[in-house]
């Protein structure tokens, strides 16, 4: 099977669509976190973080990394301004507030998938 991947101009139009949402956040070239591995001197804890990982084997969930978005620095009234001036863009209706649903900025994003489904 071979797949044949080309690029849709509507596609690349929605991409920025949504990044143009956060103009104004500074740009992060690299991964700044501190991971609390809690105290690990300890041999004798109340709960054990070993699963077995989908071959069977033991994963000692202390032992991998983490990773995180980094936080926006926008404020509300600075993405909701960001959000109207898109969805005037777009002709879309003007939203009155920021959707919180799934965190600090709850955005819903569709298009047309080239099958004639959303």
Same mark, same amino acid.
């Given at each position: 099977?071979?797949?044949?991947?080309?690029?849709?101009?509507?596609q690349t139009d929605a991409v920025d669509s949504v990044v143009s949402i956060f103009n104004g956040q500074r740009h992060y070239?690299?991964?700044t976190y501190i991971r609390d591995l809690?105290? %690990?001197?300890?041999?004798?804890?109340?709960m054990?973080?070993?699963?077995?990982?989908?071959?069977?084997e033991q994963l000692d969930l202390m032992d991998e990394l983490g990773y995180k978005n980094e936080l926006i620095?926008? %404020?509300?009234?600075?993405?909701?301004?960001?959000l109207r001036e898109r969805q005037t863009l777009n002709n879309i209706r003007?939203?009155?507030?920021l959707s919180r649903q799934l965190g600090r900025c709850s955005l819903d994003v569709e298009m047309e998938t080239g099958t004639g489904k959303t």
């Open positions: 099977m071979r797949f044949n991947f080309k690029i849709q101009q509507y070239d690299r991964i809690g105290k %690990t001197a300890r041999k004798t804890a109340q054990s973080l070993v699963t077995p990982d989908e071959y069977g620095e926008l %404020t509300d009234e600075q993405l909701l301004h960001n003007l939203s009155d507030n």
